[in-house]
């Protein structure tokens, strides 16, 4: 069924849970960023509006102890490597075929319109923001609406903060047609310790283990971790079973990682672009574990 945008967002807020029902907004100011705390200290940032990475990111984002999980950025030469320092800025969604426009290499830029604090009961962060899709040449593409909520596990033997992202993409414009290429979806850069060719491990949960193994398959969760600062840390990212299909995996032993639900790898069966009709609304979710080892 065709639906208006505006019914597109209503539908976005039922499904997570009704904002408006969860209370507390608070109107987000001119600031361009917003520092996330854990016991007054910080441990990510979240980037809504970028002139030169255009589209909204996490950079500098820690574990439970403080130790970093992403490559800096911008990345600091004879630390890092400098490769594709304006498209992978920490964690980040992006697509890189969307009606032919790349919002990966930041051709088409995603403009933040608003952001707001929510409450979410058992999470000491949560936020809604909400975006415009922009061609290459300006004009409107799709609406793109983030609530990301953020809560701490200890209870395992890992001490962990779990990141979840919910995403709605719409537009009334025009049908979506998501491209098949590898530039699609979630992704992370692992901060530079980490990274497999510094001796970091790539594991999936079928028991794939090296990013060239892992690289085009299909899998519910792939994992990245090394050793920093005498500890075991990494980052898990796990697609929800909700999502439109399962990911494959874009995985690269220079610490890239991407949950890619889109192109012929993730249904072998189907198309190979996946086509949104018009005033339909699409739900990606994604669940980031960000660790350290007790």
């Keep these: 069924m065709r639906l208006s945008l505006a019914a597109c967002l209503v539908a976005h807020l039922v499904a997570a849970g009704s904002s408006a029902a969860r209370a507390d907004y608070r109107t ?8 996330i705390l854990y016991q007054d200290k910080p441990i990510a940032e979240f980037v809504f509006d970028d002139a030169v990475v255009k589209r909204p990111y996490l950079k500098g ?33 992006a697509f890189g075929s969307l009606n032919g426009e790349d919002f990966w290499r930041n051709k088409g830029t995603i403009r933040c319109d608003g952001h707001r604090s929510v409450v979410e009961p058992g999470y ?35 001490r962990t903060f779990l990141y979840e992202f919910e995403s709605t ?4 414009t ?5 491209g098949d290429q590898e530039e699609m979806g979630l992704g992370v850069r692992m901060a530079t310790p980490l990274v497999e060719k510094e001796g970091g491990t790539v594991k999936s949960a079928d028991g794939r283990v090296g990013a ?43 610490g890239l990682f991407v949950a890619n639900p889109f192109g012929k790898r993730s249904l072998p069966a189907g198309a190979a672009d996946f086509c949104l009709p018009k005033g339909e609304p699409l739900e990606l979710k994604f669940t980031i574990e960000v660790f350290e080892n007790r």
């Excluded at 984002?61 to 920490?90: K, Y």
């Excluded at 993409?169 to 009334?172: A, D, F, L, P």
């Excluded at 025009?174 to 998501?178: G, P, Q």
């Design 61 to 93: 984002v820690r574990t439970p102890s403080g130790i970093p999980v992403t490559r800096n950025h911008p990345p600091n030469p004879g630390e890092d490597a400098v490769d594709h320092d304006t498209m992978h800025p920490g964690i980040w969604l």
């Design 174 to 178: 025009d049908e979506l047609v998501f």
């Design 169 to 172: 993409i719409c537009s009334e």
């Design 212 to 254: 060239k193994k892992i690289w085009g398959t299909v899998d519910q969760w792939v994992e990245y971790s090394g050793v920093a600062q005498n500890a075991q840390v990494g980052i898990r990212v796990t697609p929800d079973k909700s999502n439109v299909r399962t990911a494959w995996w874009h995985t690269r032993d220079y």
């Design 28 to 35: 987000g100011g001119p600031r361009n960023s917003h520092v």
């Design 124 to 158: 000491f962060e949560a936020f809604e923001a909400d975006f415009t899709m922009l061609r290459a040449d300006g004009r409107p593409l799709a609406k793109h609406t983030l609530l990301l909520k953020v809560r701490y596990d200890g209870s395992l033997v890992r």
